[in-house]
T-cell receptor, first 115, second 114 residues
Framework: NAGVTQTPKFRILKIGQSMTLQCAQD?????MYWYRQDPGMGLKLIYY???????DKGEVPNGYNVSRSTTEDFPLRLELAAPSQTSVYFC??????????????FGPGTRLTVT | AQTVTQSQPEMSVQEAETVTLSCTYD???????LFWYKQPPSRQMILVIR??????QNATENRFSVNFQKAAKSFSLKISDSQLGDAAMYFC???????????FGQGTRLTINP
């Protein structure tokens, strides 16, 4: 059971390039999330998904796109990288539990630098 | 809008002593959850402790306990018998019942002095 995995761990992009950050979980969790963490700050929600085929915007969705074709995978796409997207990106997942008390399981993060 | 505030950017404590990290939040909701996450240098986010707002009893997990003051909208984390491995960034987070979003505070960097 690998939990939540993210690739790559590090990436440097030039302005205007595009890339996809990969996220996968093997816990059969329904809910998945993408966060970004800017230096010295907490995490902010970019996009989330409550199941395959369903995605929704979080606090800071501009400049990003997501898809959820399977329960396991939730890739994050940057189409035209900008310096403001320099950040550490975390993927997380959680099971669908009655009661609402749940833990979000986080991946190890991807450090992205746009220059 | 819900906000979470951690007013202590940095804290330090001697090994084996006790330290308390502060967190306040702003909400008009009555059903919600509060969390403390630890982020060591490895960057991995690790859940330390959680509290349901409807529970009056403070949550405890081994050396970690919280002081939940619902009326004051305060949720502090107490670490007893501090260990070197406790050194990390600590984030307070809030979630409304039924909502998907976790709202994080800015974090407190905890240093443990040997």
């Amino acid at each position: 059971n690998a939990g939540v995995t993210q690739t790559p761990k590090f990436r440097i992009l030039k302005i205007g390039q595009s890339m996809t950050l990969q996220c996968a979980q093997d816990m059969n969790h329904n809910y998945m999330y993408w966060y970004r963490q800017d230096p010295g700050m907490g995490l902010k929600l970019i996009y989330y998904s409550v199941g395959a085929g369903i995605t929704d915007k979080g606090e800071v969705p501009n400049g990003y796109n997501v898809s959820r074709s399977t329960t396991e995978d939730f890739p994050l796409r940057l189409e035209l990288a900008a310096p403001s997207q320099t950040s550490v990106y975390f993927c997380a997942s959680t099971p669908r539990l009655a009661g609402g008390t749940y833990e979000q399981y986080f991946g190890p993060g991807t450090r992205l630098t746009v220059t | 809008a819900q906000t979470v505030t951690q007013s202590q950017p940095e804290m330090s404590v001697q090994e084996a002593e006790t330290v308390t990290l502060s967190c306040t939040y702003d909400t008009s909701e009555s059903d919600y959850y509060l969390f403390w996450y630890k982020q060591p240098p490895s960057r991995q986010m690790i859940l330390v402790i959680r509290q349901e707002a409807y529970k009056q009893q403070n949550a405890t997990e081994n050396r970690f306990s919280v002081n939940f003051q619902k009326a004051a909208k305060s949720f502090s984390l107490k670490i007893s018998d501090s260990q070197l491995g406790d050194a990390a960034m600590y984030f307070c987070a809030y979630k409304v019942q039924g909502a998907q979003k976790l709202v994080f505070g800015q974090g407190t960097r905890l240093t443990i002095n040997p």
